[in-house]
């Protein structure tokens, strides 16, 4: 059995965007009690990660390493068609990674209790991101 | 076909933990002959990750990169609840991976002949890590 | 259902190799037109991601990007059986991934507009690198 469900993200910037309580609604929907959720973003300037859920101080740990990891403007990219932050979004995108895996157990995601799902954006302006959440299982 | 089999790994601290024989155990049982096998880790601060299996002196070069790109009570970092390795660890998580897919084949986990299959430990303590293998296929 | 195809990619050294045309065309044939499509590379020192597929400069700085952070013969690196770019090609693999799961939908890859599927070869001479794309569903 496989259902898909699409999620429309709306993003204000920089940072990471919670879509635990979408996904877990979209597995409970889609009646596959066991098996695997499979979480994509059709981008190529954000991620989806895994993430530490109860100390936001934690996300903003996180993008303070990646900014400096990651310069925007850093003068070895000549990719900028969309700015200083453009190139940057992109290497930040392969770094982290466009698509997660979480195991389906009795209906839900099983997550571990500090494991967070986020939409990592990683360009400076608002954009509104499509993920698709499949679940694939019986 | 869906089947998931639990694994409990002990980590004496930083470091790759190899975990391939019990990953082919739990395909073999499965008794699931073509598919992909998902091994998740239930945890913020370990990863699973596939690194060569022959020469340790790898893992030993992989963490000790690492250990320098993502530096332990790095003054960036706030979050420090759980000591100067906690959020170094989140990082080092997110800039790897929480799972990963291997396709089935005859039976078992098609890995290339250097391929192995670690749980990657990041924090500096001991730690029980819980891991679930899921086998999706026919 | 699962359906495999296994792709055999010639790499002339480090950077960028394109296979989204491949992998696509295994999809359609696989007849499965929704689940999911597994890409995964069975090597150490080689990845699977996506990339930005319009504009070539994006591969050129993502990879100028890569040799900066992650230097051949840095001197931290003991392993170096097969020269410098030995083991900085392993911590790249770790770095990005081995394989990556893209939606399957109306029996194509549901790719974003400027999403392309590259196999990313990071040693510097040339290498046969077997790929199998998987893909599970109905």
Redesign the interface.
């Known amino acids: ?2 259902r ?1 469900k699409e999620l429309n993200v709306s993003t204000r910037g920089r940072g990471l965007y919670p879509i635990t309580s979408e996904v877990q609604r979209a597995v409970a929907e889609s009646g596959v009690t ?3 959720c ?1 979480v ?5 300037s954000a991620s989806v ?4 859920n109860a ?1 936001p ?2 996300q ?3 993008d ?2 990646l900014s ?3 310069k925007d403007g ?1 003068p ?4 900028d ?1 969309e700015g200083p932050d453009d ?1 940057a979004a ?2 930040r ?11 389906v ?1 009795d209906g839900r995601c ?3 209790t ?2 967070g799902i986020f939409v990592y954006e990683h360009r400076t302006s608002s954009h509104r991101r ?1 993920v ?1 959440v ?1 679940i ?3």
Do not use: K, Y
């Not at 990660?49 to 530490?52: M, Q, V």
């Not at 070895?76 to 990719?79: E, K, M, N, T, V």
């Not at 995108?93 to 195991?103: A, D, H, K």
């Open positions: 059995m496989v898909t066991a098996g695997l499979n994509f973003v059709h981008h190529t990660i895994l993430c530490e100390d101080v934690v903003r740990d996180l303070a390493f400096r990891l990651v850093d070895l990219f000549r990719h068609a190139m992109h290497v995108t392969v770094l982290t990674q466009n698509s997660l895996n979480v195991p157990r099983d997550l571990g500090w494991q499509r698709t499949s694939v299982g019986e």
